[in-house]
């Protein structure tokens, strides 16, 4: 699939996703290039359609983007609840597990989601995948002994490599953190990694949604598709 389907895809879903929102509601706004193509329909609806709503952002990308329609952006702890998280992923399968962290957001992410009523990810087909794992799972990690976290990594197996930017210089998370990618081609036992990854000194998050998420949105070329967890 080239750039322009696949965007067309992301497109699709996002603008399926963003008909969830509604006046009144607090709603965390995600980040990557899917979320881009919702908030995006998002400020068209706030600028045409007079949607009022508070949102929730995941990184500052997505905040200046949402702030440049008018959207009103507030912080995370600011609000005693989310009504309803819109984000993308990288990766989800069909238990509902899921990676997320390629646009290195995944601690804000993460913590947005959990104080959320409702998840919702929203993706191109290529996303949807029997077993997660192809896809690097991001680690986010401390500067601090970050060289003495990716030794630990590898002794475990987990083929870590500090994430770079086209510099060559380490990629920094909104929280000043590195990124960590573990290549590790399958996760078969997702819930044992995420145990051993957060009892890990100096590892903040990592990029493992397990079972949290209510409903994915898929941009398929038949127009986008549904899949809903019926263990939420």
Same mark, same amino acid.
């Given at each position: 699939?080239?750039?322009?389907?696949?965007?067309?895809?992301? =497109?699709?879903?996002?603008?399926?996703?963003?008909?969830?929102?509604?006046?009144?509601?607090?709603?965390?706004?995600?980040?990557?290039?899917?979320?881009?193509?919702?908030?995006d329909e998002l400020g068209r609806r706030h600028q045409e359609e007079g949607l009022e709503f508070t949102g929730v952002t995941t990184s500052r990308r997505t905040q200046a983007q949402a702030e440049s329609y008018g959207i009103k952006i507030v912080d995370v702890d600011d609000v005693d609840h989310i009504d309803i998280t819109i984000d993308g992923a990288d990766e989800v399968d069909s238990n509902f597990n899921g990676i997320k962290g390629?646009?290195?957001?995944?601690?804000?992410? =993460?913590?947005?989601?959990?104080?959320?009523? =409702?998840?919702?990810? +929203?993706?191109?087909?290529?996303?949807?995948?029997?077993?997660?794992?192809?896809?690097?799972?991001?680690?986010?990690?401390?500067?601090?002994?970050?060289?003495?976290?990716?030794?630990?990594?590898?002794?475990? *197996?987990?083929?870590?490599?500090?994430?770079?930017?086209?510099?060559?210089?380490?990629? $920094?998370?909104?929280?000043?953190?590195?990124?960590?990618?573990?290549?590790?081609?399958? +996760?078969?036992?997702?819930?044992?990694?995420?145990?051993?990854?957060?009892?890990?000194?100096?590892?903040?998050?990592?990029?493992?949604?397990?079972?949290?998420?209510?409903?994915?949105?898929? *941009?398929?070329?038949?127009?986008? $598709?549904?899949?809903?967890?019926?263990?939420?």
């Amino acid at each position: 699939m080239d750039k322009a389907q696949q965007d067309a895809l992301k =497109k699709a879903a996002g603008i399926e996703a963003a008909k969830l929102i509604e006046n009144g509601m607090i709603a965390g706004l995600g980040t990557g290039s899917t979320v881009k193509f919702l908030v995006d329909e998002l400020g068209r609806r706030h600028q045409e359609e007079g949607l009022e709503f508070t949102g929730v952002t995941t990184s500052r990308r997505t905040q200046a983007q949402a702030e440049s329609y008018g959207i009103k952006i507030v912080d995370v702890d600011d609000v005693d609840h989310i009504d309803i998280t819109i984000d993308g992923a990288d990766e989800v399968d069909s238990n509902f597990n899921g990676i997320k962290g390629g646009g290195a957001a995944l601690l804000w992410e =993460k913590i947005v989601a959990i104080n959320s009523n =409702k998840i919702v990810w +929203i993706v191109d087909e290529s996303k949807v995948v029997d077993t997660i794992g192809k896809f690097p799972l991001p680690v986010e990690v401390i500067p601090f002994g970050a060289g003495h976290v990716i030794k630990k990594l590898e002794a475990k *197996g987990y083929n870590p490599v500090l994430r770079l930017d086209a510099d060559g210089k380490e990629v $920094r998370t909104d929280e000043n953190n590195f990124v960590v990618d573990l290549h590790l081609e399958k +996760i078969e036992h997702p819930t044992d990694l995420a145990e051993d990854l957060i009892n890990m000194v100096g590892v903040v998050e990592h990029g493992l949604f397990l079972n949290m998420v209510d409903k994915v949105i898929v *941009g398929d070329p038949n127009g986008p $598709r549904v899949m809903t967890n019926s263990n939420k």
